[in-house]
């Protein structure tokens, strides 16, 4: 059965301490990955799509990166506004490209000043 | 990219009765979807909504409890039917644009439904 996995299932830093996110997952060929961005009460903001091992995106103080079995997404000196629950969802290559996107739980990320 | 738009924003109602949630965009997409997102877990996909034709839906989803419409290429609504406490959940539209990826989905701000 296709999984994602995120951990940790929340991450509070301080201003400026720079962390990982982890997603891991589980499916019969990867297609592709993607990675979100959610503020409360609002719905997801899409941030990367990653399609193959090595892949790199960056955007901001953002950075996604992929390997066959996981994806990291790694702030660097993160700022209050960086908070946020982060969702890292794939999609397998069973499915056509316009078709379902299985995502994890999410980490819910807070920065403090 | 485009602004989704979705009616209501929130809404209480009574078990056994039936809202319908709108979804707007103010461009032409290819795709549009409805999840779900119960409280402390993950996004869950319903059913993608096809123009003109009847929605393809996920397992565990019937339209008699989630009826689709998508009458054209910027609109589309999903009611749910018969509600429950167990339907208390934010439902979120999703659209993919002409011209980007089409597992690239941005997402509609949500409707939150609480049943009583």
């Known amino acids: 059965e296709d999984q994602v996995t995120q951990s940790p299932e929340a991450l509070r830093l301080q201003e400026g301490e720079s962390s990982s996110l982890n997603c891991s997952y589980t499916?019969?060929?990867?297609?592709?990955l993607f990675w979100y961005r959610q503020d409360p009460g609002k719905g997801p903001e899409f941030l990367f799509t990653l399609y193959s091992a090595g892949e790199e995106k960056e955007k901001e103080r953002l950075k996604a990166t992929l390997t066959k079995k996981e994806s990291f997404l790694h702030i660097t000196a993160p700022k209050p506004e960086d908070s946020a629950t982060y969702l890292c969802a794939v999609q397998a290559v069973s499915v056509w490209e316009g078709g379902k996107l299985i995502f994890g739980q999410g980490t819910e990320l807070s920065v403090k000043p | 990219s485009a602004v989704i738009s979705q009616k209501p924003s929130r809404d209480i109602c009574q078990r056994g009765t039936s809202l319908t949630i709108q979804c707007q965009v103010d461009?032409?997409?290819?795709?549009m979807f409805w999840y779900r997102q119960q409280p402390g877990q993950s996004l869950t996909l319903i059913a993608t909504?096809?123009?003109?034709?009847?929605?393809?839906?996920e397992s565990g989803f019937v339209i008699d409890k989630f009826p689709i419409s998508r009458p054209n290429l910027t609109f589309s609504t999903l009611t749910v039917s018969n509600m429950s406490p167990e339907d208390s959940s934010i439902y979120l539209c999703s659209v993919t644009y002409f011209g980007r990826a089409l597992n690239e989905q941005f997402f509609g701000p949500g409707t939150r439904l609480t049943v009583l």
């Open positions: 461009s032409q997409v290819t795709m």
């Open positions: 909504a096809n123009q003109g034709s009847e929605a393809t839906y």
């Open positions: 499916v019969s060929g990867l297609r592709g």
